[in-house]
């Protein structure tokens, strides 16, 4: 499975940005799916996941309310929809695939996208 994500952008705080993650092959439905981010000088850190249906997220508490995951497996695609951006959510996000169970932890996925970057200006 190839990954591409897409969206990022230089944002303003409360400003809003949705991440695309597009994937190849006929295979993408069968795996849950992630996005994760790594800001400099920080650890890769888990952000939101999602099943393979779609009809079950998990959202870190650091973006809980502001940040939603959901996925169009018709168009192989997963989203990440950022609200209310704050600086501190500045950084390149991941989208990441592979498990066939939703997690949280970097080492579930196979699966790696080349990263967006996100800024938000304060």
């Known amino acids: 499975v190839l990954l591409q994500a897409s969206g990022g952008g230089l944002v303003q705080t409360g400003d809003s940005l949705r991440l695309s993650c597009a994937g190849s092959?006929?295979?993408?439905?069968?795996?849950?799916a992630g996005w994760f981010r790594q800001a400099p000088g920080k650890e890769r850190e888990f952000v939101a996941a999602?099943?393979?249906?779609?009809?079950?997220?998990n959202v870190a508490d650091a973006v809980k309310g502001r940040f939603t995951i959901s996925r169009d497996n018709a168009k192989n695609t997963v989203y990440l929809q950022m609200n209310s951006l704050k600086p501190e959510d500045t950084a390149v996000y991941y989208c990441a695939s592979g498990p066939t169970i939703y997690c949280s932890a970097v080492g579930c996925y196979e699966y790696w996208g080349q990263g967006t970057l996100v800024t938000v200006s304060s």
């Open positions: 092959g006929r295979t993408f439905s069968a795996y849950a």
């Open positions: 999602i099943n393979r249906s779609g009809g079950s997220t």
